[in-house]
Antibody, heavy 118, light 114 residues
Framework: QVQLQESGPGLVKPSETLSLTCTVS????????WSWIRQPAGKGLEWIGR???????NYNPSLKSRVTMSVDTSKNQFSLKLSSVTAADTAVYYC????????????WGQGTLVTVSS | QPVLTQPPSASASLGASVTLTCTLS???????VDWYQQRPGKGPRFVMR????????SKGDGIPDRFSVLGSGLNRYLTIKNIQEEDESDYHC???????????FGGGTKLTVL
């Protein structure tokens, strides 16, 4: 059974960079698309971006200027960096796998809360 | 890209049925929509995909037969029959735009089991 686990600081100061890592276990990270999705408290889901194991990326245009994703196949991990954060970036951040051959998210992490505050 | 609209809340009594609606914005009637269940404090879980012809592909792992979908025009429906306490969740609809290069989600519907 594939499992995803987000990790990273739970508190980030305004204007700094948010950094999260998703560790994949129970399966290989190779040959899949992987995504980051976030959810502010009491609100809906917002797709941040996706990365393929080759390193190719697509980002949400509303966040594109601040987002960088990377993948480390040797560690079965992929990562998110979001720069110049503000309070509006406070949310639960999820990592998820895109189902092979389809475009839905078949496995999700449990999520990690990131709060932007001084 | 499409906009997905969901009512913020719904409720149903234990053992009853409920239908949740996700409405696509005009011009996107051919889009498929994915339903996700999110129990309190948990990550979302894929339920199934729906197009105008009904379910597309298979249900997510462990999704009971009580869950079904239909699609008509701009609306995509998720029906839950014989509602159980464990069905009390937030239900999100989502759609990919551009062969997976961009995704959008609705605002989610909070289902309360009475």
């Amino acid at each position: 059974q594939v499992q995803l686990q987000e990790s990273g600081p739970g508190l980030v100061k305004p204007s700094e960079t948010l950094s999260l890592t998703c560790t994949v276990s129970g399966g290989s990270i190779s040959s899949y698309y992987w995504s980051w999705i976030r959810q502010p408290a009491g609100k809906g889901l917002e797709w941040i971006g996706r990365i393929y194991t080759s390193g190719s990326t697509n980002y949400n245009p509303s966040l594109k200027s601040r987002v960088t994703m990377s993948v480390d196949t040797s560690k079965n991990q992929f990562s998110l960096k979001l720069s110049s954060v503000t309070a509006a970036d406070t949310a639960v951040y999820y990592c998820a796998r895109v189902a092979f051959g389809f475009f839905y998210f078949d496995y999700w992490g449990q999520g990690t809360l990131v709060t932007v505050s001084s | 890209q499409p906009v997905l609209t969901q009512p913020p809340s719904a409720s149903a009594s234990l053992g009853a049925s409920v239908t949740l609606t996700c409405t696509l914005s005009s011009g996107y009637s051919n889009y498929k929509v994915d339903w996700y269940q999110q129990r309190p404090g948990k990550g979302p879980r894929f339920v199934m995909r729906v197009g105008t012809g009904g379910i597309v592909g298979s249900k997510g792992d462990g999704i009971p037969d009580r869950f079904s979908v239909l699609g008509s025009g701009l609306n995509r429906y998720l029906t839950i029959k014989n509602i159980q306490e464990e069905d009390e969740s937030d239900y999100h609809c989502g759609a990919d735009h551009g062969s997976g290069s961009f995704w959008v989600f609705g605002g989610g519907t909070k289902l309360t089991v009475l």
